[in-house]
């Protein structure tokens, strides 16, 4: 199951999707993040839906697979679903059972909840997917770039966020690799009590941070050996230039927007 997850990859393509300046899918993805929160109702997050679900056909990446990411935070959803049905006491009741009383508000409101988080989700694989962590660096770099007035770090700041999104899948597969490692020497980290879970726990994330620890400082002699210096004075191979097809994706999220902000009950 862990390695089922996609988010930090990079698929390589020339689809619409990939072609887009990083900037405008870093800026499609904020603003995302915002306009999810306007739909409240059937109508609005069918549309938002919708348009998710174009953006991932535009990537031109295989659905099963993109499907397969989903695997791994399946549990957060399900969990969030059942909070709310469970907890929520509006409207008419559906069912009852004991103590236990479902009402169709709290199967609405669990069912959108869930449906939220999972959007947020998939466009933000869908940036990592589709965008390079180098475009993605220079992307942010970019679109920091008024701060640096206020002295503001910016190279320095698009540069972690790019590394963290890069070492999600490495972390994962090297959580993969020490669970293996450990169950073959008779550590169970599935059954016993929860004491003992816990205990075999230690066992995992203790070596996980210690080769967490270990890469970034073979990262950071890498940099300096190289003679990374900050983002003073370093010059791009690949200059990022916004098309028709950027101002394109903008006008049709700024739409998006609009239409969801009438259709809101």
């Known amino acids: 199951m862990i390695n089922s997850m996609i988010i930090g990859k990079y698929v390589p393509g020339r689809s619409l999707i990939h072609r ?15 306009i999810v929160f306007l739909a409240n109702n059937v109508w609005t997050y069918t549309l938002l839906t919708l ?12 659905f099963s697979f993109i499907v397969k990411g989903f695997k791994p935070i399946l549990w957060v959803i399900v969990f969030t679903l059942l909070l709310h049905v469970l907890m929520t006491k509006e409207g ?29 989700i998939a466009i933000t694989t869908l940036l990592t997917l589709t965008t390079t962590p180098i475009e993605v660096t220079d992307g942010m770099e970019k679109l920091l770039a008024p701060f ?6 910016v190279h320095e700041l698009a540069l972690m966020m790019s590394i963290s ?8 597969e090297e959580t993969e690799k020490i669970i293996k490692a450990q169950a073959a020497r008779g550590v169970d980290f ?11 726990m230690t066992s995992l994330l203790i070596p996980l941070f210690i080769s967490a620890f ?18 003073e004075g370093r010059t791009k191979w690949r200059q990022l230039t916004w098309s028709y ?18 259709l809101r009950s």
Not at 51 to 62: G, N, W
Not at 102 to 118: E, T
Not at 190 to 200: H, I, N, T, V
């Open 148 to 153: 640096k007035r206020w002295n503001m770090p």
């Open 51 to 62: 348009f998710t679900l174009s953006l991932l056909l535009l990537s031109k990446i295989p």
């Open 190 to 200: 599935s059954s016993g009590p929860f004491s003992e879970r816990m205990k075999a």
């Open 214 to 231: 270990k890469r970034a400082e073979e990262l950071a002699i890498a940099m300096e050996v190289r003679g990374y210096r900050g983002g």
């Open 165 to 172: 999104l890069r070492f999600i899948p490495t972390l994962m």
């Open 92 to 120: 008419n009741m559906l069912f009852q059972f004991g103590w236990i009383e479902i009402y169709d508000k709290g199967v609405q409101q669990g069912f959108f909840i869930s449906l939220r988080f999972l959007l947020l």
């Open 245 to 262: 097809l950027d101002t394109l994706f903008m006008l049709s999220l700024i739409s998006l927007s609009i239409l969801l902000w009438l």
């Open 20 to 34: 887009l300046d990083p900037r405008t899918k870093l800026l499609m993805m904020f603003f995302y993040v915002f």
